[in-house]
Each structure stands twice: as C-alpha cells, then as structure tokens.
C-alpha cells in the first residue's frame, strides 16, 4: 500500500470510495468510486499555499 511514485496516494475508505491525497499539501483533491475517476481531478489539482505555508511553519 506504500507506492511512493506517485504524489497522490489513494486510500480506499470503509464505504468502498477511493480518496486522493496530494503528498504536498495534504489536501483530498478527489474521491469517487473508481480509481480511475481520480486521474482527472489530480491533473487539475493545484497545490493550495496557505496550507503548504502552514506546514512548513510546522517543520521549521
Ligand atoms: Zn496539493
């Protein structure tokens, strides 16, 4: 389950939907039934800055 290739990992929930994380910002760009269907919304997916800002806030 731990395929770090890609940057967004999927989780498969309990309800049997797949969530799509973004390694960056932490945010679920996309959730939907097929792991197909994420592609898209991971394309399109940009990275939001206050939250990358308040992660590395944490990190320093
Ligand atoms: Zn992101």
Redesign the pocket.
């Known amino acids: 389950m731990s395929d770090n290739s890609t940057p967004y990992p999927h989780r498969l929930n309990e309800e049997g939907s797949y969530d799509s994380i973004?390694r960056?910002?932490f945010?679920t760009?996309a959730r939907g039934k097929a792991e197909s269907e994420l592609s898209a919304y991971e394309e399109a997916?940009i990275?939001?800055p206050t939250h990358m800002l308040s992660d590395t806030a944490r990190r320093c």
Do not use: M
Request: proline share 0%.
């Open positions: 973004c960056a910002c945010a760009v997916h990275c939001d």
